[in-house]
């Protein structure tokens, strides 16, 4: 499914490079001055996730597991990638919209504070996002809208749902196949978890809600009315839509090497 969005966004877009595409530099650029580059790279300590998301204490395949990970999800490896789609699809026009925004001084100041919520202990940003929540809710309610308006538009949830079923299918199957104990196929697990797909979605979506609190807390409300804006403009849905399809393409990718590297370590008698 990842590949066929790809697909059509090639098809879609369908423009042949030349004098249509920015050159690799320029992309670069773009990586760095959205922040993007750091939503690139931080798939591996999102894949890392696996154990604890499905509630395995540290074991042998656990740390087995963290290894691979280390291995596969390389960072400079995984920006070439991006960055090798990014010249398929991504035109200069949008490229230079980016660019545009993320570079100006409003830009700037929500890429640092975006960056630097991605570096805070999650127990630490969820504990004083739920309190920021909370008090918006009652004083600022204008606000909460503004941060869920900002989500659907740049599509965060189903990129991140799809990144919870593919760490927690991958994780569980590697980890059956070593007890000796494979119960399901791929096909069936992952329709298994599919059907917890609401509850997934409902949960990300407060998460979410909770890390924007934190991550803009010190924004004022007319810059973060100004930032819903711009990501509800027609070029900025189309800036994500092809990211979302980068990032989804590259996790799928990295994820098929995982499985198959996983399947090459010995049995564990106990896990």
Avoid: C, W
């Avoid at 924004?219 to 009315?225: F, L, M, T």
């Amino acid at each position: 499914m990842v590949r066929q969005v790809f697909a059509v966004l090639l098809v879609i877009i369908g423009f042949a490079g030349g004098a249509l595409a920015a050159d690799r530099a320029e992309m670069r650029r773009f990586l760095e001055v959205t922040g993007f580059d750091v939503a690139i790279t931080s798939m591996r300590e999102s894949a890392k996730a696996g154990p604890a998301l499905t509630g395995d204490a540290a074991n042998t395949f656990a740390h087995s597991y963290e290894e691979l990970v280390d291995q596969i999800f390389v960072p400079e490896e995984m920006l070439g990638r991006a960055l090798d789609m990014m010249e398929a699809v991504m035109p200069a026009a949008l490229v230079e919209y980016g660019i545009g925004f993320y570079g100006s001084d409003l830009g700037q100041r929500l890429v640092a504070v975006e960056n630097a919520s991605h570096m805070t202990p999650d127990a630490e940003r969820m504990a004083l996002g739920e309190e920021i929540v909370a008090q918006l809710m009652e004083a600022n309610p204008a606000r909460i809208k503004d941060y869920r308006a900002m989500q659907e538009a740049i599509g965060g949830t189903d990129t991140s749902l799809a990144a919870l079923i593919e760490i927690q299918l991958r994780y569980i199957m590697a980890a059956d196949a070593a007890r000796g104990e494979q119960t399901y196929s791929e096909d069936e697990l992952r329709t298994l978890l599919m059907q917890s797909e609401p509850q997934m979605r409902a949960h990300l979506d407060s998460y979410a809600l909770v890390a924007s609190a934190y991550a803009y807390r010190d924004i004022p409300d007319a810059d973060i009315k100004a930032y819903r804006e711009v990501l509800e403009s027609d070029e900025m849905r189309q800036v994500y839509e092809i990211l979302n399809a980068v990032q989804n393409e590259i996790m799928a990718e990295r994820y098929e090497t995982l499985a198959a590297e996983l399947a090459k370590l010995p049995p564990v008698q106990s896990l």
